[in-house]
């Protein structure tokens, strides 16, 4: 459970940090905007797991003497990007009005974020399908959290500043790179 809690955040610090930025961008930002946006970054946190889980299923019998590598590679690879991400400069744009076009709460900008963000979440989601793990929960788990922080990231954003957006996305990277560690780790304990 303490895994599926950890992947759980891990996966859920891109979305909490496009909402500590939104709500750094945008200091009025109306409740419903805020909860639409963290109801769009839980609901494609919960779906992509899901969808790579199925994805990993079709596959299973050609990958199953590598899946532990697989998983490392895919969980480094994401990890690693988050870090990565963290670093880059935003967009001016990116702070616009919420209810133009063009803002970083816009449906349209929303749904972007909403994938973008959760993308790595269909990568775990393959992984847990080649490990032979059961993903409704930890997708609902996913999602749960992912809904929680990105409400609170939006009230923290307004209140702490752009210092924390990248620490939070680091913190995400370094703990899936940790988690990918862990299942190549168990793999070589289990031949033992």
């Known amino acids: 459970m303490l895994t599926h809690l950890l992947v759980a955040f891990a996966l859920a610090m891109d979305a909490f940090a496009v909402s ?60 690693g990007k988050m870090i990565l991400e963290a670093w880059k400069k935003r967009d001016p744009s990116y702070c616009a009005d919420p209810d133009e076009a063009a803002g970083i709460m816009s449906l349209k900008t929303l749904t972007v974020l909403a994938i973008a963000t959760s993308l790595d979440a269909l990568a775990v989601g393959l992984s847990y399908s080649v490990l032979g793990d059961p993903i409704l929960g930890p997708a609902a788990l996913i999602g749960v959290v992912t809904f929680i922080l990105c409400v609170l990231g939006i009230e923290f954003g307004k209140k702490l500043g752009a210092a924390f957006e990248s620490k939070a996305e680091m913190a995400g990277g370094a703990v899936l790179i940790l988690i990918g560690l862990k299942i190549a780790g168990q793999h070589f304990i289990e031949k033992i």
């Open 20 to 79: 500590v930025s939104s709500g750094i961008c945008i200091k009025d930002i109306r409740p419903a905007i805020a909860l639409r946006a963290a109801l769009f970054f839980g609901l494609f946190q919960f779906l992509m797991p899901v969808a790579g889980w199925l994805l990993g299923g079709a596959f299973k019998g050609l990958i199953q003497g590598w899946d532990h590598w697989l998983a490392l590679g895919l969980l480094a690879f994401i990890g």
